[in-house]
């Protein structure tokens, strides 16, 4: 009788074993289906554009499509359908999730990743934060960090290092810069070891990992692997430090009040963004001004670090233009008693032609993309249809021979007023360009000239070697991840100018 009873007891069990069973593979079919449907239907839809003939049908143009052949009129669609066109108006575009969504655990709904009102909103917060007069205060921080900086280089030289890998030290440099100009915080992360700042890094080096690993863009799958739970650990680390910053500033706010903290010290980005209010009179959620404050600080770094280690490698390479930089710098501090770059930026104005240059061809962001909400019609009877994902390359469009003469070629005098008649002003975007460009490229901008102008005093620039290449001075491959870099790092060899020089 038992025997029957196990007999029969798993005759029912097994068919709910083989549904079960089933269902997965049932759904990952149903998926791949719903998924090349869409890519069929995306590929009828952009037949109207001009392309490249493609490898494959399915993959589209995937793995095509390299650094040195982006241009800006290059269709590029695969199972993703992503189009490169321009960019319509901000009120029928959107941050596309395929991009932008790694970011999100980090820094929240920010003004980087919001969309539609709740960004407006957050725009007209944030604006008075880079005022030009709140800038000014940041410059004598950008002197400070600069400064850690060149005396770390005066110790190497003096224990007969000359080659050094430049992004290394420029990316401690802005990370220090940006603590003390967001959070009055002197964390010494270039002389030692910083809990924080070292997160910080982590954190941008595992988003660029998770990108090239496609299993890794669904988050069931990421948060169990090793770089997931070291992301996250990262994550709690920058969000402990950033959370009680705005804690204990609320704190003191509350307690003294704003006249009298302001009688004390100057105010840093966080005091701004505590304190500014819209229409309404409302102000930002603590979870909101958490996460502005985790965004600048991730924007500010890493982007102004390629903008320096580029302009200085450029300069490096073309004596004559250094020292026609050193010159005007030389001529600006004549008669100071302290080498100290204050806010007389717009006497260097050769200076700002050359870094306008290397962000022009070395654009330490490559590209930016947007995902339409809607059809949108372009001339010549082409439609992109809504859903589609469009990528402006900053890259294809700084380098379009139809725009620049000669793109590859260093020319700072490209930047001359007299030269720039006539010009597009969607031809120069390494900040973007309409409603969400860039907030802080002024900040950028007055960091690079202090950060260049004073490098320039101190030190003479010459190209560099890479120990680990098996050939000398071998050519400098560009890496693009989250900003631009260079393969086995950027390295220059440096000299100190003396007085008599």
């Not at 007891?9 to 593979?25: E, K």
């Not at 250094?322 to 050769?350: A, H, N, T, W, Y």
């Not at 007299?418 to 969400?436: D, M, T, V, W, Y």
């Amino acid at each position: 009788m038992s025997v029957l009873q196990l007999a029969l007891s798993w005759t029912s069990v097994c068919p709910l074993l083989a549904v079960l069973a089933a269902a997965p593979v049932a759904l990952l079919t149903f998926w791949t289906a719903k998924l090349l449907v869409r890519h069929a239907w995306y590929t009828h839809r952009m037949a109207c554009f001009s392309k490249p003939h493609a490898r494959s049908w399915l993959l589209g143009h995937l793995g095509q499509v390299t650094l040195s052949k982006w241009k800006s009129n290059t269709v590029h669609h695969h199972l993703f359908s992503a189009v490169f066109c321009c960019l319509p108006a901000a009120s029928i575009t959107v941050k596309d999730e395929l991009i932008y969504d790694h970011l999100r655990p980090w820094l929240g709904n920010s003004l980087l990743l919001s969309n539609g009102e709740a960004w407006s909103r957050r725009r007209r917060l944030l604006t008075p934060a880079f005022h030009f007069d709140i800038l000014k205060n940041y410059v004598t921080k950008f002197n400070t960090s600069t400064n850690t900086l060149h005396d770390k280089w005066h110790r190497l030289l003096v224990e007969g290092t000359t080659n050094i890998e430049v992004f290394e030290h420029f990316t401690l440099m802005t990370l220090d810069s940006l603590l003390k100009c967001a959070f009055s915080y002197d964390s010494d992360c270039q002389q030692s070891s910083s809990e924080y700042a070292s997160a910080i890094i982590e954190l941008s080096d595992l988003i660029i990992e998770r990108r090239q690993r496609i299993l890794h863009h669904w988050d069931w799958i990421y948060w169990r692997t090793q770089q997931g739970k070291r992301f996250k650990k990262a994550l709690s680390i920058v969000h402990k430090f950033t959370r009680d910053v705005v804690q204990k500033r609320l704190a003191l706010i509350s307690q003294k009040g704003v006249a009298e903290l302001a009688a004390h010290r100057k105010r840093d980005f966080v005091d701004i963004i505590l304190l500014t209010k819209d229409e309404d009179g409302k102000g930002l959620t603590d979870e909101e001004l958490q996460a502005e404050a985790n965004t600048f600080m991730f924007a500010g770094h890493d982007t102004t670090a390629s903008a320096i280690c580029w302009s200085l490698y450029n300069l490096a390479h073309h004596n004559h233009y250094q020292e026609q930089c050193r010159q005007e710098v030389m001529d600006l501090m004549e008669g100071r008693d302290v080498d100290e770059i204050k806010e007389d930026l717009s006497s260097l104005p050769f200076t700002t032609m050359c870094i306008r240059e290397s962000l022009r061809l070395h654009s330490p962001v490559q590209a930016v993309t947007r995902r339409y909400i809607q059809d949108v019609k372009l001339p010549g009877e082409r439609t992109v249809p809504k859903g589609a994902i469009c990528l402006v390359s900053i890259y294809g469009t700084h380098h379009n021979p139809a725009v620049w003469t000669n793109p590859h070629d260093f020319d700072p005098l490209r930047f001359d007023p007299k030269n720039q008649e006539g010009l597009s002003s969607h031809a120069f975007i390494p900040f973007s360009s309409g409603p969400r460009n860039c907030i802080g490229q002024k900040f950028a901008l007055a960091e690079l000239r202090v950060v260049v102008a004073l490098t320039l005093l101190r030190f003479r620039l010459l190209p560099g070697n890479d120990p680990k290449r098996e050939t000398p001075f071998e050519k400098v491959r560009r890496l693009p991840q989250l900003v631009l870099r260079a393969e086995g790092g950027l390295w220059l060899q440096i000299e100190p100018v003396t007085q008599t020089q």
